[in-house]
Nanobody
Framework: QVQLVQSGGGSVQTGGSLRLSCSDQ??????????MGWFRQAPGKEREGVAY???????RVSDSVKGRFSISRDNAKNTLTLQMNSLKPEDTAMYYC??????????????????WGQGTQVTVSS
C-alpha cells in the first residue's frame, strides 16, 4: 500500500510559476521502482494526463504543457515534483499525483495507476 501526500499549488496570475510535490507517507522502500505521474481535472472536463516519469528517470509531458511543465523525482527523498512555468488560465484544475505498480509500463493513462494523492488545486487568473 502506498499513501501519497501532495503539497504545493495555489493561485497565481498568468505567466507565473508553481511547484507541486508528492511523497509517500510513510516512506516505502519500493518508491524508486514505481512509475509516477501527474494528472489534472478541471470542472466539467475529463481527467488529463500531464506528465509521467519512470523508475529509470525517463519522462514525458503532454503536448498541452510541453515546454512549460517538467517532472522530476528524487528517489533518495521519495519525492515527486511538477514544476509549472508560464502558467495559463487553462491550466486551472485539481492536480493529482499517482503511482503505478513497478511491473506495469509507464504512461499518461490515469486508469492504469494504482495509488493517488489527495489532490491540490491550481488556479491561474488572467
Amino acid at each position: 500500500q502506498v499513501q501519497l501526500v501532495q503539497s504545493g499549488g495555489g493561485s497565481v496570475q498568468t505567466g507565473g510559476s508553481l511547484r507541486l510535490s508528492c511523497s509517500d507517507q510513510p516512506h516505502t522502500s519500493n518508491w524508486s521502482r514505481y512509475c509516477m505521474g501527474w494528472f489534472r481535472q478541471a470542472p466539467g472536463k475529463e481527467r488529463e494526463g500531464v506528465a509521467y516519469i519512470s523508475s529509470g528517470g525517463s519522462s514525458r509531458v503532454s503536448d498541452s504543457v510541453k515546454g512549460r511543465f517538467s517532472i522530476s523525482r528524487d528517489n533518495a527523498k521519495n519525492t515527486l515534483t511538477l514544476q509549472m512555468n508560464s502558467l495559463k488560465p487553462e491550466d486551472t484544475a485539481m492536480y493529482y499525483c499517482a503511482a503505478k505498480y513497478p511491473w506495469l509500463s509507464c504512461g499518461l493513462d490515469g486508469s492504469t495507476y494504482n495509488y493517488w494523492g489527495q489532490g491540490t488545486q491550481v488556479t491561474v487568473s488572467s
